[in-house]
């Protein structure tokens, strides 16, 4: 009596390693996706988290301040009153990728301190009729060719008169 020797046929072994290829396309096409995501989710949280920091500083001088004007040779220029009642006339520039504040007392003192550098994004900063000072920074970022996906996160602020 002869023995059927079982095993599997080679179109059976060749079906199995292309659902195997298949399954694995699909995961490595999912992990990359995820992947990306993260990272996207990241950069949104790290420009949310600097921003905010920027505009929050930003924002608190503004409401320390009596005036708000917006020259041409500056991005801010604000008009505060020191505990001793002096004058505190406090600048915001834009120097190369870095944004500075410059602290000039009655005195003739001058004080300068980088707040940030924005090599990737742009501060706007705008005064409103009513005084109300508009800050805003915006990033602008390409993720593909001819895609521009725009960021923005924006701030209102009014000069309160406060002394420091």
Not at 103 to 119: D, V
């Amino acid at each position: 009596m002869k023995r059927q020797a079982s095993a599997f046929t080679l179109i059976e072994l060749a079906m199995v390693i292309s659902i195997i290829s298949v399954l694995f396309g699909l995961g490595s096409k999912l992990w990359v996706t995820m992947e990306r995501t993260a990272k996207r989710s990241n950069e949104s949280m790290a420009f949310t988290a600097k921003s905010q920091v920027v505009l929050d500083r930003v924002a608190r001088d503004i409401r320390r301040s009596v005036s708000a004007m917006q020259p041409e040779d500056a991005l801010l220029v604000l008009s505060q009153t020191s505990l001793q009642g002096e004058g505190i006339k406090v600048t915001y520039r834009m120097e190369a990728d870095e944004l500075l504040r410059i602290e000039n007392t009655g005195r003739k003192q001058e004080r300068s301190q980088k707040i940030a550098s924005l090599a990737n994004e742009k501060i706007v900063i705008s005064v409103l009729p009513d005084g109300t000072v508009r800050l805003e920074v915006v990033r602008e970022a390409r993720n593909r060719p001819l895609e521009v996906q725009s960021r923005r996160l924006i701030l209102f602020a009014r000069p309160c008169g406060g002394s420091r």
